[in-house]
T-cell receptor
Framework: KQEVTQIPAALSVPEGENLVLNCSFT??????LQWFRQDPGKGLTSLLL?????REQTSGRLNASLDKSSGRSTLYIAASQPGDSATYLC???????????FGTGTKLQVIP | NAGVMQNPRHLVRRRGQEARLRCSPM?????VYWYRQLPEEGLKFMVY????????ESGMPKERFSAEFPKEGPSILRIQQVVRGDSAAYFC?????????????FGPGTRLLVL
């Protein structure tokens, strides 16, 4: 059974700071790992999808890495902005492509 | 291309009533997934459907909950005789096909409140 843990649960940083969000998973037999963003009262926005054959993916100021052997992924946000304030969710497949297990998220607040 | 649509966005029901949540996948997507997010908890997988087929319902409660994805029309998540513990945000996601290269695109969710 896949279990996904995210640390820290909450993070508050001043604007402009670089930061790292951590995700760990117990079942390393995954095909991919995905990072999402959730804004209060809203749905989920896919940020990055890393295939198991990749070690990292980049999109703008975001960089996600994947280390299957250690069961870890990190999301790096460069030069944080107040608009980055949201909850960030890590998700890994569990028992097949379709069943995705989510972490409980890291709630990020970027202070202007 | 419109995203995944869910309606209603907010639904209030009294205990014992039925709740029907609808999900229209993105155009061209034939795979639908339902997730539930209980207050202060993470999202939990409920059910995975393809057109006219339930593929995996291992995350759905055995009683009172059912899901369908007909040949025509939206996917429906139905909760009979709702209880207060059903209050949650229900998210639908869709993908064009199954496979490890496919991301799931999420809708805005339906927030169910049971009084």
């Amino acid at each position: 059974k896949q279990e996904v843990t995210q640390i820290p649960a909450a993070l508050s940083v001043p604007e402009g700071e670089n930061l790292v969000l951590n995700c760990s998973f117990t079942d390393s037999a995954i095909y991919n790992l995905q990072w999402f963003r959730q804004d209060p009262g809203k749905g989920l926005t896919s940020l990055l999808l890393i295939q198991s054959s990749q070690r990292e993916q980049t999109s703008g100021r975001l960089n996600a890495s994947l280390d299957k052997s250690s069961g870890r992924s990190t999301l790096y946000i460069a030069a944080s902005q107040p608009g980055d304030s949201a909850t960030y969710l890590c998700a890994a497949p569990s028992g097949g492509y379709q069943k995705v297990t989510f972490g409980t998220g890291t709630k990020l607040q970027v202070i202007p | 291309n419109a995203g995944v649509m869910q309606n209603p966005r907010h639904l209030v029901r009294r205990r014992g009533q039925e709740a029907r949540l609808r999900c229209s996948p993105m155009k061209g997507h034939s795979h639908v997934y339902w997730y539930r997010q209980l207050p202060e908890e993470g999202l939990k997988f409920m059910v995975y459907l393809q057109k006219e087929n339930i593929i995996d319902e291992s995350g759905m409660p055995k009683e009172r909950f059912s899901a369908e994805f007909p040949k025509e029309g939206p996917s429906i998540l139905r909760i009979q005789q709702v209880v207060r513990g059903d209050s949650a945000a229900y998210f639908c996601a869709s993908s064009p096909k199954e496979g490890y290269q496919e991301t799931q695109y999420f809708g805005p969710g339906t927030r169910l409140l049971v009084l």
